[in-house]
């Protein structure tokens, strides 16, 4: 039974932008879609999994951030209504079961210390490779983390605004806290 995701056009690999636009003028034949799972797919897993396995293996636990980019507002197909202006982060930890919940608010209250309205698992609670390298009671925390394009790019004509230095910056220090952090 296909999900609400692949019935829009989300799944493995997206046939559809956020607007209901079409990706592709056409429906990908069947060794199209196997070719880019045997040569992106599959190699970026392994190369993921390898290197979380490893960490895990060297420091007794592994921390996985997953970031993406978010429209300002929502489109036509999104989960949390059309023309909804969204937060500057959202962070997806899928309801508290990818990671410790004391991680996720570590990373809710640094962010929205620097100023950015940040948000929990609304509208994004995480994706399928947040759960897939999760196990918190083993060591194994992931979390996603959703960034607004307003605060680096102007979305029409993708060109980088005064805002990408900042959040660069912002996000470097954010990485160097939850290092000290987590030492």
Known sequence: MAS??????????????????????????????????ERFHAPYHEALRTLLDAAHRRFGAVWHINCHS????A????????GRPRADIVLGDR???????GFTEFARATLAGM???????????????????????????????ELNKRLYMDEATLEKTPGFRDL????????????????
């Open 4 to 37: 609400g995701k692949a019935r829009i056009g989300k799944s493995l690999i997206w046939r559809t932008l956020e607007d209901g636009r079409p990706i592709y003028s056409r429906k990908l034949r069947p060794e199209e879609v196997r070719l880019r799972i």
């Open 70 to 73: 978010m429209r300002a507002v």
């Open 75 to 82: 489109g036509r197909q999104s989960d949390d209504g059309e």
């Open 95 to 101: 309801d508290s079961t990818s990671c410790d919940p």
């Open 115 to 145: 100023g950015y309205d940040v948000k929990v698992n609304d509208p994004y609670k995480g994706v399928e490779l947040v759960r897939a390298y999760s196990n918190p009671r083993g060591g194994r925390h992931s979390l996603q983390i």
């Open 168 to 183: 660069q910056s912002n996000l470097g220090k954010f990485l160097e806290r939850l290092a000290a952090t987590l030492r």
